[in-house]
C-alpha cells in the first residue's frame, strides 16, 4: 500500500469513527433542540417565562429521555431494532447513577478509593457518554451471540430464542452498566468536565479553533460537533443554562468571511458563486458549501481558524451561548436557541468572526496571485468544467471508465450521501431530483447518510469527493459519481444526459447513421424549421465568457442591422429548454455534447463564432 493510500484509508477510518458518533446524536437533534427551548423559556430564575412546574419536565428529558434514545439510535446502527432495544435497555444501569441514592460511586460501594473525590460530584451527571458506549457495545454483543447460536435454533423456536435472548442480554448489560463500566464513566465525565471548566477558567478555549476549523473542512464537522461538543455542551447547558460550546463549530461567521472576500476579491466560477453560497451557507446553515472554497486554495484555512478563534473568544467574554445544539449552523437556528441573556455576546461573535476571517482571507487573495481555479483537491469537478468548456465529453477529459453511457442503462435508483445525511445531501437531491423530472425520466431520487448506504441493485451514489472511499466501501457493486460541491457541480447535467441516453442505445450501425444524420442536419439552414425559433443562443462556459459573449454581441449587432427581433442570448448548457424554440449556434466540439443533452432543440454548428461569414443567410432567415 503507498503512503497515500495509507493516509486516505486512515482518513476514512477517522471519518468513519466519527460520523459514528455523530450518527447517535444527529436523529436526536430535535430532542435536544426541544429540551434546550424548555430550558430557556421556563427554567428558573433566568427563562423567559420561569414555571417550576414545566421546568420539572426538563429533568427527566434531560437524565431519561435523551440517553435512552441515543443508546438506542447507536443500538440500531450497529444491529438495527434489536440492537436498538437491548442498547436502551443498557443504559439505564449508568442513568440511575445520576442519582445519590442509586449511585454506587458516590455512597462509597464501589472504587471506595474514588470516593472523597467523587461523593459530592458524581451525582447529577446526564450519561450521554454512557448512552453513546453501553448503547453500540450491547447491541455488538448481542449481534456476535445471534451469529454464534441463531443458526442452531430449532424450527418454531425462533420467537422465543429473539425474545429471551434479547431479554437475558438486556439484563446483564444493564447489570454491568450499573457496576462495572457506569462507575468509571462518572470518573470520566468528573474529569473531563473539570478540564473544559479549567479550559474555559484560564480562557483557553479559542485556541481549540485551531483544530476544529481545519477538521470541519475535512468533512469531519458532524463528528466534532455532534460526536463531541454536543453531549458537553448539554451537560454544562444544564448547569447554567447555556453553553459556548454549541456556537464553536456551529458559528458561520468564519465561512461567511471566506465567501465574502471571495465574491470581491476571487476569480471565475468561485467569485460569480461565492454570493449564492453565502446565502444558503448564513441563512440555510449548510456549512459544507464553503469547504470547497478553502479546498480549492488550502491557505484559506488561516481564514478560518483566526474567524473561529475571535468569535469564541468573544462568546467567551461576553456571556454568548446556546440553550442547545444549533442544528443546521445557520445564524437563524442560533438566534432561536440563544440563552436570554446571551443575545447580544452571539450576535458580535458571530459578526465579529466574520469580519476577521474576511480580512485574512481578503488579504490572502490580494498577496497570492497564483491560479488557483484548478487545484488537487477539487479536480475533478474542474476537470469536468474545462472539459464542458472545450465541448469536451467526460470520457475524452479522461474521466473513470465506470462513469460510462452503458453503464447507466441499469441504474434504477439514485442516492446522494453526505456524513450526516441532511443539509446538503438533501438539497443536492432536490436539484437532480426536478432535472430528472424534467428529462421525463421515471427515476427516485433520495439522501441518506453514508453509514446507512446498503448495496443494491441499479444503485446510483452520489456523494462528494472526501466521502468517497466510505461510500464505496458500503457499496461496491453500485454506480458511484463523486461531486466537489453538492450544491454546484456540472455533473448533473452529465449523469442526467447519460440517464436519457442510456434509455435511447441504438444498435451500432444505426447509431452511426443517426449520428451522420444529426450532424448532416445540424450543417444544413434547409433542416432548419425557423417558424419555430424564437430564441438564438450561444452557449457560454466560464472559462470562454470572452469569446461567446463577443460572438453573441456580434450577431446581435447583425441582427439588429436586418431590423430583426428575434432575442440572441448567451446561457449555459443547462439552461436550455428542450424543444425546437432554441436555435443553438455551436462549434462541432460544443454541438457534440449538446447532442447528448438535448434531441429536439434546433443546432447550427460553427468552424469559428468569431466570423460573421460562418452564419450568412442565417440572419435573413430569422423573424
Known amino acids: 500500500m503507498s503512503e497515500t493510500q495509507s493516509k486516505s484509508s486512515a482518513k476514512a477510518k477517522i471519518q468513519k469513527f466519527g460520523t459514528f458518533l455523530s450518527g447517535m446524536i ?26 417550576k412546574y414545566i421546568n420539572s419536565f426538563t429533568s427527566s428529558m434531560l437524565y431519561f429521555m435523551i440517553p435512552i434514545l441515543i443508546a438506542y439510535t447507536g443500538g440500531k446502527s450497529v444491529y438495527e431494532e434489536r440492537g436498538g432495544v437491548v442498547g436502551a435497555i443498557s443504559v439505564v444501569g449508568t442513568i440511575v447513577l445520576a442519582f445519590p441514592w442509586a449511585n454506587p460511586v458516590a455512597q462509597g460501594i464501589v472504587y471506595p478509593a474514588l470516593y472523597p473525590y467523587a461523593a459530592n460530584k458524581a451525582t447529577g451527571i446526564p450519561m450521554f457518554l454512557g448512552a453513546m458506549i453501553m448503547g453500540p457495545l450491547s447491541a455488538w454483543c448481542l449481534k456476535k451471540f445471534d451469529q454464534a447460536f441463531q443458526s442452531k435454533v430449532k424450527a418454531g423456536f425462533e420467537m422465543i430464542y429473539n425474545n429471551f435472548s434479547q431479554g437475558i442480554m438486556g439484563m446483564i448489560f444493564v447489570a454491568i452498566s450499573y457496576f462495572l463500566i457506569g462507575p468509571i464513566l462518572v ?41 463531541v461538543l454536543v453531549p458537553l455542551g448539554i451537560q454544562q447547558a444544564a448547569k447554567v443554562g447555556k453553553s459556548v460550546l454549541f456556537l464553536m463549530e456551529s ?3 468564519p465561512g461567511l468571511g471566506i465567501l465574502l472576500a471571495c465574491s470581491i476579491f476571487g476569480k471565475g466560477s468561485a467569485k460569480s458563486s461565492a454570493p ?16 470547497p472554497y478553502v479546498l480549492m486554495k488550502p491557505i484559506l484555512i488561516l481564514a478560518a481558524m483566526a474567524g473561529g478563534i475571535t468569535g469564541t473568544f468573544l462568546f467567551s467574554i461576553l456571556g454568548g451561548g446556546l440553550t442547545a445544539a444549533a442544528s443546521p449552523g445557520s445564524i437563524i437556528a442560533i438566534l432561536l436557541v440563544s440563552a436570554k441573556d446571551a ?8 459578526l465579529g468572526s466574520a469580519i476577521v476571517s474576511f480580512v485574512v482571507a481578503a488579504v490572502i487573495y490580494k498577496m497570492d496571485k497564483s491560479d488557483y481555479g484548478d487545484l488537487a483537491a477539487a479536480q475533478g469537478q474542474m476537470a469536468v468544467m474545462k472539459a464542458e468548456s472545450k465541448g469536451l465529453t467526460e470520457e475524452e477529459a479522461g474521466a473513470s471508465a465506470v462513469e460510462t453511457v452503458e453503464s447507466y442503462k441499469d441504474v434504477q435508483r439514485i442516492i ?8 446538503s445531501s438533501a438539497m443536492g437531491a432536490s436539484l437532480l431530483r426536478d432535472k430528472v423530472r424534467k428529462a421525463g425520466l421515471n427515476l427516485s431520487v433520495t439522501n441518506t447518510a453514508v453509514r446507512n448506504l446498503k448495496d443494491e441493485p441499479g444503485l446510483l451514489v452520489i456523494t462528494q469527493e472526501e466521502l468517497a472511499e466510505r461510500a464505496k466501501e458500503k457499496t461496491p457493486n453500485a454506480l458511484h459519481v463523486a461531486v466537489g460541491n453538492f450544491l454546484s457541480t456540472p455533473k448533473y447535467d452529465q449523469v442526467v444526459a447519460r440517464l436519457k441516453a ?41 472559462q470562454h465568457l470572452g469569446t461567446v459573449t463577443m460572438a453573441s454581441s456580434l450577431f446581435k449587432d447583425q441582427m439588429k442591422k436586418a431590423g430583426k427581433t428575434t432575442p440572441v442570448k448567451a446561457v449555459r448548457i443547462n439552461e436550455l429548454d428542450n424543444d425546437p424554440s432554441h436555435l443553438v449556434i455551436v462549434t462541432p466540439m460544443a454541438g457534440k455534447n449538446l447532442a447528448i443533452r438535448y434531441d429536439q432543440i434546433q443546432v447550427i454548428t460553427v468552424a469559428d463564432l468569431l466570423k460573421a461569414g460562418e452564419v450568412s443567410g442565417l440572419v435573413d432567415k430569422l423573424k
Open 26 to 51: 444527529m436523529p436526536n437533534i430535535g430532542a435536544i433542540i426541544a429540551w434546550g427551548f424548555m430550558t430557556a423559556i421556563f427554567m428558573s430564575p433566568n427563562g423567559w417565562f420561569p414555571n
Open 416 to 423: 446522494f450521501a453526505c456524513d450526516a445525511g441532511m443539509g
Open 502 to 542: 442510456a434509455g435511447e442505445i441504438l444498435p451500432e450501425a444505426d447509431q452511426v447513421k443517426k449520428s451522420e444524420k444529426t450532424a448532416a442536419k445540424a450543417n444544413s439552414l434547409a433542416s432548419i424549421d425557423f417558424s419555430k425559433v424564437k430564441e438564438v443562443n450561444f452557449i457560454r462556459h466560464d
Open 251 to 253: 458559528n458561520p461567521g
Open 187 to 227: 470518573v470520566s465525565t468528573i474529569w473531563i468536565a473539570n478540564g473544559v471548566d479549567w479550559i474555559i477558567a484560564h480562557h483557553l478555549l479559542p485556541l481549540a479553533n485551531l483544530v476544529i476549523e481545519p477538521a470541519k473542512v475535512l468533512f469531519l464537522n458532524n463528528a466534532i460537533g455532534n460526536g
Open 343 to 350: 443575545y447580544f455576546g452571539n450576535i458580535v461573535g458571530v
Open 276 to 291: 449564492g453560497a453565502m446565502i444558503v451557507h448564513f441563512l440555510g446553515g449548510v456549512h459544507e458549501i464553503y469547504f
